[in-house]
């Protein structure tokens, strides 16, 4: 959840003055840790809690906090650095405060929050939008306060709620693209058509302010990003929610696990830009907290060779697939939707793994 805070001046204040002290604290902690090549939370907590806690008027639950958030920033660091990527260490201008259950009191129902701050607790209001209504008896874990450009502060809020387990009764595979968001094997076609039009608008855009330099093309291109941005995430909720309303309860939804698909798959130059774009593992996550609401359940199984496979005759060949939307057997003369044809072969190919791993079935052979 996202909601925005309303407190009064003094109160803002504080906070304002919190999380410089905040950042300051972060990028500190940040270039300890990168000079002495330290990432354990332990030791970079023996190495910098004193100072800090010297330095600045923090409570010790924010001073463990930025800490933490620090810990977490190197590990990226040097995770970057072993796939042979650039990186450096972390800083920032503007680091937001993690609450948790110590630091922070919250009562969603009641509409208000207590932060900790330098000057000790304030109190803020929250405001909850509409569509977070059903969700204020969720458990609240912890929470990241953030200043937006606008200048208000915003509580970004990680809640949660066990739901119980509904009965399989059907199984569905989804076939994720570019082209057609999210196809299914029972031939439901997710996604607007607009969305694709849209994007290509955006990226003729700033490829003519990129080309432009001026100072104004640069501001233009700056908002435009935040825009298209806001744009891919709404257009990723509308999708996954579709996609588990759909279906709805007793609905297993199995996806293709396209972890490091930009690294293995070789792309045509036309299709580069869409694939480095694509925003498959946002989807993915939204889909696994939305899922379990509607009462489905998610899971994956292996990409290679769903879209070159015959889902009729289990042919695979690179032929099949004469263009983007035909797919043709070269065996058996099977036609189909591409990507309905892969979304049929995602889900036999889940109920195969199944059976083979169930008591009672065939010996593993370990292949997939």
């Known amino acids: 959840m996202i909601l925005p805070l309303r407190m009064p001046v003094e109160a803002e204040q504080s906070l304002l003055e919190t999380l410089e002290q905040y950042t300051d604290s972060y990028n500190r902690v940040c270039q300890t840790g990168w000079g002495l090549h330290r990432i354990n939370g332990v030791e970079i907590h023996h190495l910098t809690y004193a100072a800090e806690s010297e330095m600045t008027d923090l409570p010790a639950q924010l001073v463990c906090s930025a800490r ?25 201008q503007s680091c937001s405060i993690r609450y ?15 932060l900790a701050t330098i000057r000790g607790r304030v109190r803020a209001e929250l405001l909850i939008p509409p569509h977070w209504e059903k969700r204020l008896d969720w458990k609240t874990c912890s929470a990241d306060l953030c200043r937006h450009r606008n200048g208000r502060f915003y509580l970004h809020l990680v809640a949660e709620k066990s739901f119980e387990a509904v009965a399989e009764e059907r199984v569905v595979g989804v076939d994720l693209g ?9 031939a439901h076609f997710f996604g607007q058509r ?11 855009l700033k490829r003519a302010l990129q080309a432009k330099g001026t100072d104004s093309a640069k501001r233009h291109l700056k ?3 935040q825009k298209e941005n806001r744009f891919r995430r709404d257009c990723d909720h509308v999708l996954s929610k579709r996609l588990a309303q759909t ?12 972890t490091d698909i930009r690294t293995r798959v070789k792309a045509r130059k036309q299709q580069r830009r869409r694939i480095h774009r694509w925003s498959f593992s946002r989807l993915k996550g939204f889909l696994e907290y939305k899922a379990p609401m509607f009462g ?18 289990e042919h ?10 035909e797919f043709c057997c070269k065996k058996c003369g099977f036609r189909h939707n591409a990507d309905l044809n892969a979304a049929k072969n995602i889900c036999q190919n889940y109920l195969a793994q199944r059976s083979m791993s169930s008591p009672g079935g065939p010996p593993s052979t370990g292949l997939s």
């Open 178 to 186: 570019v082209n057609r968001p999210a196809v299914t094997s029972a």
């Open 316 to 325: 695979i060949e690179k032929r099949n697939r004469k263009s983007q939307s």
């Open 194 to 204: 607009c969305w694709k039009a849209i994007d290509s608008r955006y990226f003729r």
């Open 100 to 114: 948790d259950q110590r630091s922070m009191n919250i009562k969603l129902t009641q509409r208000y929050v207590t």
């Open 223 to 225: 908002r435009l990003a």
């Open 68 to 92: 933490v958030k620090a810990t977490e920033s190197l590990k990226s660091a040097r995770a970057r650095l072993k796939q042979g990527q650039k990186a450096r260490c972390p800083r920032s």
């Open 247 to 258: 279906y709805g309860a007793g609905t297993l939804l199995v996806l293709e696990d396209l």
């Open 296 to 313: 489905c359940q998610i899971a994956f199984v292996d990409p290679r060779y769903t879209s070159q496979k015959c889902s009729k005759c």
